[in-house]
């Protein structure tokens, strides 16, 4: 089955600055790659995500790049503000969804 | 905007009870999964149910696990006889399609069994 691994583990950033957060898959067959965000006490959340036909996708201050080739993808945000604070789970299927362990991201004022 | 509605958001058993969680995906939605999420650990896949039958089921979806979706808008998960290693967030989610749509979750129900 499908194996996510992500990084880092937690990542502190002053507000204004970028966060960046790298995953890797596994599954060559693996078409579909969702970025979710969870604050306390609340379920995942779908930011953004991107099809393997797409290298690159930009929303705003975040944006996700996909390298099918050596099956990476990333999530960048950019002027990072305090209520950028939560979890964040990248994601990955080709039939199923399987998540990485997951960022904690503080913003620091 | 439609979300998908969980209840309840904290359940409380005893070792060895049945426990039934509740959810009601989005209405037009397909696909409906259960994940599970031990505190401080990633989100783990369970079960996804199509076509009122279960579709795919992970290695911690034992017989104790049960699905059903009694009626047209309820989706449920029973626990038959809870262990202790058992509490955790569970997540249900629904999706239009399976594969490259996105799942919505609902906020979860906490479970705790003591």
């Known amino acids: 089955g499908e194996n996510v691994e992500q990084h880092p583990s937690t990542l502190s950033v002053q507000e204004g600055d970028s966060a960046v957060i790298k995953c890797t898959y596994s599954d060559s067959a693996s078409n579909y790659f969702p970025w979710y965000k969870q604050e306390l006490g609340k379920g995942p959340q779908l930011i953004i995500d991107i099809r393997s036909n797409v290298g690159e996708k930009k929303d705003q201050r975040i944006a996700v790049t996909l390298n099918k080739t050596a099956k990476h993808f990333s999530l960048h945000i950019t002027e990072t503000q305090p209520e950028d604070s939560a979890v964040y789970f990248c994601a990955a299927t080709g039939y199923k969804l399987s998540f990485g362990a997951g960022t904690t991201v503080t913003v620091r004022a | 905007e439609p979300e998908v509605t969980q209840t309840p958001s904290h359940q409380v058993t005893q070792m060895g009870q049945e426990v039934i969680l509740r959810c009601v995906p989005i209405?037009?939605?397909?696909?409906f999964y259960w994940y599970r999420q031990i505190l401080g650990q990633k989100v783990e896949f369970l079960v996804s149910?199509?076509?009122?039958?279960?579709?795919?089921k992970s290695e911690i979806f034992d017989d104790q696990f049960s699905v059903e979706r009694p009626d047209g808008s309820n989706f449920t998960l029973k626990i038959r006889s809870t262990k202790l290693e058992d509490s955790a967030m569970y997540f249900c989610a629904s999706s239009s399609t399976r594969g490259d749509s996105p799942l919505h979750f609902g906020n979860g129900t906490r479970l705790t069994v003591t």
């Open positions: 209405s037009n939605h397909l696909y």
């Open positions: 149910f199509y076509n009122n039958e279960i579709s795919e």
